[in-house]
């Protein structure tokens, strides 16, 4: 099949790695994508507004946990790899990922504003033969609704003069297995080339296998059901664990007894909420895009209830759970461990600790965090500074420690050895020995 010589002819640049490649946002995704590019022999040119990660990029500085600090420095010393806040520079790209947040405003509807300030951006730069792929998580119909016609008013035609695609990021910060360059990659183009040629990009850049489907919103779906399938697996475990504490059963010990059965069965575990850019937004933005059409997802919606509610739902817990020791929560210094939105991670991005600490403080609770990775974190514009170790002395001067994020690097044994009272959202605490003071979620 003839797919044109446009497509053929960057096509080329991408297999010998003469195409000069770009990343707009050197964020949890960007800048793993722009360093994986780089790394695989593309001159790479990295774009943000904030200029003190540009500094940094072009200092060699890592500021992402993803990111092997070696690898960063090394291309950069080698010229594979800069960062620029100069939008004009994309006109010297050949192909430009779109990497920038999409997070919901404060209606719980999609704020598009970031991906539509990049396309703005680079409007007068795009040129013949070039290929632009939108990777930020968004609703079905983003590319080629809001995408396309902003692309367009370059005066070039979207499948014949330039290329346009989704290819949504699969990023999973903290996992040891799965990085950028090996996790498989789903394209969608708006026309067979611009998936041919979208394609033949990540071909050029990653080990994992590339997925083809036949549009951007086959993609921008697919997206949408990875993490509304583990937003409603979530609320389904956090709806039975509240059930399991009112009939006195242990849920953690009835997800493990089920996860023996060999097929059939997802692990899916409870916890405090949802946190991470993805799963706690992404259902947001199928439920809103789904009132269009005069649908409301009606499952989707009642997990997302249930998640949401995690917080003040844990809070209670925390409350009564005081009260046993005779303590009213106004008042109580609590211990929070960890704010980080998962283990062994820096990110706390929809961190649900940071809800249950707001929580906690509306209660008129003292509250105090410790977390190995966030030292400081900035919420509705206050930076809160956590403590710097983990003492007996800081344990015991809690009147209620809870657990909210299960870091490995937390000695736990030293935990309940010194404080009076346990509230364990994550099952981290579970190879303690002594239980006297732990309650579980």
């Avoid at 594979?80 to 209606?107: E, N």
């Avoid at 708006?190 to 041919?196: G, S």
């Avoid at 820096?346 to 906690?360: C, F, T």
């Avoid at 974190?377 to 909210?404: F, M, N, P, Q, W």
Wanted: some cysteine; aromatic content about 8%; charged content about 25%.
């Amino acid at each position: 099949m003839n797919i044109g010589v446009l497509t053929n002819n960057l096509k080329e640049k991408l297999l010998n790695k003469t195409a000069t490649l770009g990343v707009i946002g050197l964020g949890y995704v960007g800048l793993p994508l722009a360093v994986e590019k780089a790394k695989a022999g593309f001159k790479t040119i990295g774009f943000d507004v904030q200029e003190s990660k540009i500094n940094m990029v072009n200092l060699g500085q890592n500021y992402i946990g993803d990111v092997v600090n070696e690898d960063l420095k090394e291309i950069v010393e080698s010229g594979l790899l800069s960062a620029t806040t100069d939008f004009a520079q994309v006109a010297k790209a050949d192909c430009v990922c779109i990497c920038v947040p999409t997070p919901l405003d404060m209606h719980q509807q999609p704020d598009i504003s970031y991906v539509k300030a990049s396309a703005e951006s680079i409007v007068p730069y795009v040129h013949k033969d070039m290929l632009i792929v939108l990777e930020s998580t968004t609703y079905p119909g983003t590319t080629e609704e809001l995408l396309k016609p902003i692309l367009e008013k370059s005066g070039l035609k979207c499948g014949e003069d330039f290329y346009l695609a989704f290819s949504p990021e699969r990023v999973d910060p903290g996992n040891l297995i799965y990085k950028t360059k090996n996790t498989p990659k789903v394209v969608g183009g708006v026309t067979l080339k611009c998936t041919d040629v979208a394609a033949a990009l990540y071909e050029s850049i990653l080990e994992a296998p590339i997925h083809r489907v036949s549009s951007p919103a086959i993609a921008e779906m697919e997206k949408i059901l990875e993490n509304t399938y583990r937003n409603v697996n979530i609320g389904l475990v956090n709806e039975l664990a509240i059930l399991c504490n009112k009939m006195g059963i242990n849920f953690w010990e009835v997800v493990d007894a089920a996860k023996s059965k060999p097929y059939g069965f997802q692990a899916f575990y409870p916890g405090p909420g949802l946190g991470g850019h993805c799963i706690p937004l992404d259902p947001y933005y199928l439920s809103w895009k789904a009132r269009e059409y005069g649908f409301h997802t009606s499952m989707i919606e009642s997990s997302m209830m249930v998640n949401d509610r995690m917080p003040e739902y844990c809070v209670e817990r925390a409350s009564k759970i005081l009260n046993r020791y005779k303590k009213a929560m106004n008042g109580s210094k609590v211990l929070v461990l960890g704010v980080a939105y998962k283990q062994d991670i820096d990110d706390y991005r929809e961190s649900p600790a940071l809800k249950v600490i707001e929580e906690l403080e509306k209660e008129g609770a003292e509250v105090v965090y410790y977390d190995p990775y966030v030292v400081e974190y900035r919420e509705h514009g206050v930076v809160k500074k956590g403590e710097l170790e983990l003492t007996a002395e800081l344990i015991k001067s809690a009147d209620l420690v809870i657990v909210t994020t299960a870091h490995t690097k937390v000695d736990y044994d030293f935990v309940q050895q010194h404080a009076k009272a346990i509230f364990d959202t994550k099952n981290a605490m579970k190879h303690v020995k002594n239980r006297e003071n732990i309650e579980l979620l």
